[in-house]
């Protein structure tokens, strides 16, 4: 079976410490999203990543605040080939404000392992990743 589409999702992997910027979405149930979105057909994921992050939580994020981790491909339940690029932020992020209140109750730092339960499947994977590689423990 053909795929019918791609779709290029940017997401964003922010720390402090042992915690990890949770984006929650609105909903009966318990959701938690990355800051990011889909990239527009001009824009390359790192650009995609930047205006997503801005127009979501107004954190203004430049190239050199950011290292590629991981890409994710999967194919999704309409036969759309979904692909998902990670990126780090070396930034030390304070002030965040959530600017699409329609998509998000909260934008709150919570322990990437507590968080796990709560995010996609894609999300928890490189989480997960992210903190093997990186040998990072629980607190």
Partial sequence: MKVKNIISKSRLLAFKKDKLLVLEKIGHKKKYSLAGGIKKKKENDLKSLIRETYEEIGVELHNEDLTYFISRKRINKDNVEVNKHYFVTSLMIDEI????????KSASWVNWYDALDYLDKDDRFVVELYFGQFNKKVN
């Fill in 97 to 104: 404000k959530i600017l699409e209140d329609h998509k998000f």
